[in-house]
């Protein structure tokens, strides 16, 4: 079995190649992954800033070319790609324990465009639960992402990489003070609602801001944001009257289509005689049309240009990373145990299900011979069960322990060759009854006192 | 004294100068929070030698070039004080402090000594006018900086290019209003100044206009302001095309007033 990761985000991928690619409800292409034959559980992680897909696969070859035909023509519900778009040219590709690194990463925030960001666990944890819900997160995967939630866990309580957050929301405010003095005057559009839009409107809120104006497709969710930050709620089709009264515009709404265009805005600026007007775009796809930014007065920002101020951020928290990445690969070297540990079970359900097999027949066999009775019939059965289980039990835990090790695998060979478990006419009770005798003798040399102590 | 007393100000424009820009280099607010107090002492220190030139002679030559043009950073540099009480602006003594230093080096070097103002400049008219014009003058020089700032900051913003961590510079809104408020003083200030300027032409000539270079070098100047104060106060102006039209308009002035002075 093995863990593959393909996937892009905004290092590797331009926000035009990302936001084709954006995902609002991951549990249809899930069904579809996981109704191929190649993959067994599949996890899709779809933010404004990254498009992950994390499979696992018992044909690594066969699930590499399944995962980019589908991140080709399944993934782009966001219109075709740009003309001319390469996108193996922006995937990246991770397999077992680089995989399982990544996803500690990405959960932990030290992936991401603002390093120690709060909302990627929220949508790692979306994701997650996206996935089971459907049935396309299996023991193994949603194993996986427990172990990611925990590592982020660490991370943030055990470095400071998460203290003073910086996030997307903060750069913005941080920009919205670079254009306006101060915000009591100011008016803020809200279109569409979000996490890191409340978060963007909170800090707003501490600087002053007071008059704020939530549009959103459906007008009951608009009412319920609105009245729990107190602003006004209002349809789309009322955007272009508040385009007029808003200095500061945060966009985040789903949909494939800008909605707002060169004219719409330049409608808007016109009638606001010309006043200046910040419009933060986390949206992806865009909600504005890159071309606003030409306008004048009009300052766009979109998720990647964020990106740029954000950078500033990673290099003040250089140090505590350090420290984080440790966390992850301590985790990651945790999990791999048991993922490798994974191997040798089908070895050790074989193996017992053999010496059962035997002890039955053999039982059965001395049991016809000669005449028992019940109780002395229950006690054969017990004492032979006692002995087998005595033996297997030293090498079983060796086979276990070995197997989450790179050698584990000899181990693992030399027990099936060793027991002949690949060889089904090798594995009759008949056969193990005809050399019983030497066997039990031998065996009998290097028999382990009964509850004596691992030699390891 | 009164010399020492010039020095000690344009050493105190040139100290706020080099700290504001340090403070702009090595992303160090303190530094230029430091540069505005030395800015301020620099000016009283500045306002302290024009007092003493007033109360040393009957008619200070302040119709002097040099002198005006030192008059002009004095009252440039206390307008801009007198802003910071209202607009958050103290990123702008990166440019204000220098531009203060040039005109006080400017003035030292051109009037090594206090020169009597001739008869001719002597009078309540010409003083007026000179107060009056280089007043409006550095009043709109500060819009113009204002103005040159803004476009730097405007053109980082649409780039999308970052402020280095630390450093603080005003707000778009903030350079603005300050460009807004220095028109606001700056252009009656002007135009009071032309006026002032004919009737000392009507008390030399015994005509309000005689049609020099100088002259019509400011009408001009001064019209193309009546165009640019109607188009901000009246049509709802954007702020970038004010901060260009503020650049543009003082660099004008600028040639009409000292470039045509100098050259006649």
Redesign the interface.
Known sequence: MKILLLGLNHRTAPLEVRERLAVDDPAPLLQKLVDCDEIDEAVLFSTCNRVEIVVLTRNLDAARHRVHGFLRRDLPSGGALPPGTDLARHLYEHVDAEAMCHVFRVASALDSMVIGEPQILGQCKEAYRAAAECGACGPILGRLFQNAFATAKRVRTETRVAERPVSVASVAVD?A??????FADKRALLIGAGEMIEMALRKLREDGLESVAVANRTPERAAALAAEIGATAHGLDELPELLVHADVVLASIAGNAPLLDLESVSLALRAR????VLVIDIGVPRNVDAAV?EL??V?L?DID?LA??A??NAE?RRGETVKAEAIVVEQQQRFDGWFAALRAVPTIQHLRARAESIRAAEVERAISRLAFDESSREGIEHLTRAIVNKLLHAPLSRLRREAGREEGMAYLEAARVLFALDDPQDGGADDAGSDDGSLDQEDGEDRAPAGAPDPE | MILWIHHLSAASYLAAGILAGLGLALSAPRLQRLAVWVLAFGAIVHAAGFAALHSGESTPPLTDLPTAVSFMAWAGTTLYLLLLLRLRLSGLVVLVAPAAFIGVFFSELYTPQIRAASEAASGRWPHAHVLLASAGLASLGLAALAGLLFLGEHRRLKAKRPLSVGIRLPSLEALDRGNLGALAIGFPLLTLGVLTGMMWNQAVSGHMWTASAHEVACVMAWAVYAVLAIARFGTGQGAHQAALAAVAGFALLFVAVIGVGILT
């Open positions: 920009l003070r670079q254009i306006f003095d101060h005689r010309n006043r200046p930014n004048e007065n300052y920002y240009d740029s101020v950078s500033e003040q």
